[in-house]
């Protein structure tokens, strides 16, 4: 009985901790997106109303147009391959979790209606 509570209270603390890391990373990848979209925004209203000029006439501004929206998009890739490798830790050590439990269920001659 004892086992069982602190699994479950070990199951369950993972999943809150992985939750909470699941949720930061989802804000901070909307939070990027949504400041790097402005500012590309921003950059070329200004580009094209203040100073009247058409980005497709311009070489360089453009240039840099497009790498400030290729340096977002790579932070952006790169916080999904984290938010990915969490959800996939979270995953295996549920899996874990789980085989641990089922093995001391077995062990204990507990039996498990699935």
Do not use: C, P, Y
């Not at 086992?3 to 804000?27: G, I, P, T, Y």
């Not at 979209?37 to 094209?48: F, G, N, R, S």
């Not at 999904?80 to 899996?95: C, N, P, S």
Request: proline share 0%.
């Amino acid at each position: 009985d004892e086992w069982k509570k602190k699994a479950r209270d070990s199951v369950h603390s993972a999943r809150q901790a992985a939750n909470f890391r699941n949720l930061m990373l989802e804000r901070k990848l909307s939070e990027l997106s949504m400041t790097g979209e402005k500012k590309t925004a921003a950059m070329a209203e200004i580009l094209q109303k203040g100073a009247k000029i058409d980005l497709r006439s311009l070489d360089q501004s453009q240039v840099r147009v497009v790498d400030v929206v290729n340096e977002r998009n790579d932070r952006v890739a790169l916080l999904r391959k984290e938010l990915k490798r969490v959800k996939d830790a979270h995953a295996a050590m549920l899996d874990q979790h789980r085989a641990l439990l089922d093995e001391a269920k077995n062990q204990a001659g507990v039996k498990t209606h699935n």
